[in-house]
């Protein structure tokens, strides 16, 4: 069965400082792969979303970029944090395994930049 | 793109009643409307999706329906138990490539006893 695993948890980071999040999927290959913010209280933004190795398109120009060094892994960057980056971070996947557009989430990074 | 709009945002019944959340969205072409469940401080989890082919699912006390002339989908919950509370949101499928989900906004629910 397919799994997917996001770290780190939780985080808190200061103003300007770098960021990175980490995403892997088990059992499937060549997943659509994506990155999901979701402010408190508010409903989920798509911010990125891979077909494939090194492909990324970006959903909202932002200081953040996501990386897809290999098939199951997906990377979510940035180089100085910003207040308004706080939310919570979802790492998602699709695939053929399951019918077109089912989403499967991981568990989430909370992120509070203070 | 796609766009979905929700409502209400957020919705109480006592336990036992029933409780519906609606969703409208913009592109006709749009064939995927998934339902998800999201705890609080946790994940989203699918809870039931409907294809455009088809007007009704049901699952136990969950059930939705789809107009695609009018283009809005509606949830439908049951027998509302206190662990039914959450948020929920709807989504849409939208054209292109990587199956790009366009979730609406949120509906909490709160049963209470």
């Known amino acids: 069965s397919q799994t997917i695993h996001q770290w780190p948890a939780t985080l808190v980071q200061p103003v300007g400082s770098p960021l990175s999040l980490e995403c892997t999927v088990e059992g499937t290959s060549n997943p659509n792969l994506y990155w999901y913010r979701q402010a408190a209280g508010r409903g989920l933004q798509l911010l990125f979303y891979s077909v494939g190795i090194g492909q990324i398109s970006s959903e909202v120009p932002q200081n953040l970029s996501a990386s897809r060094p290999q098939d199951r892994q997906f990377i979510l960057s940035s180089k100085k944090l910003l207040l308004s980056d706080s939310g919570f971070y979802l790492c998602?996947?699709?695939?053929?395994?399951?019918?077109?557009?089912?989403?499967?989430f991981g568990e989430g990074s909370r992120l509070t930049v203070l | 793109g796609e766009n979905v709009e929700q409502h209400p945002s957020t919705l109480s019944v006592q336990e036992g009643d029933s409780a519906v959340i609606k969703c409208t969205y913009s592109?006709?072409?749009?064939?995927?409307f998934p339902w998800y469940k999201q705890e609080l401080g946790k994940r989203p989890q699918l809870i039931i999706d409907?294809?455009?082919?088809?007007g009704e699912k049901k699952d136990q006390r969950i059930a939705v329906t789809l107009n695609k002339t009018a283009k809005h989908f509606s949830l439908h919950i049951t027998e509302t138990q206190p662990e039914d509370s959450a948020v929920y949101f709807c989504?849409?499928?939208?054209?292109?490539?990587?199956?790009?989900?366009?979730f609406g906004t949120g509906t909490r629910l709160q049963v209470t006893l």
């Open positions: 592109d006709s072409a749009s064939n995927y």
């Open positions: 989504a849409a499928i939208s054209t292109g490539t990587a199956s790009k989900l366009t």
């Open positions: 409907i294809r455009s082919n088809v």
């Open positions: 998602a996947w699709s695939g053929t395994e399951k019918g077109p557009g089912e989403l499967f």
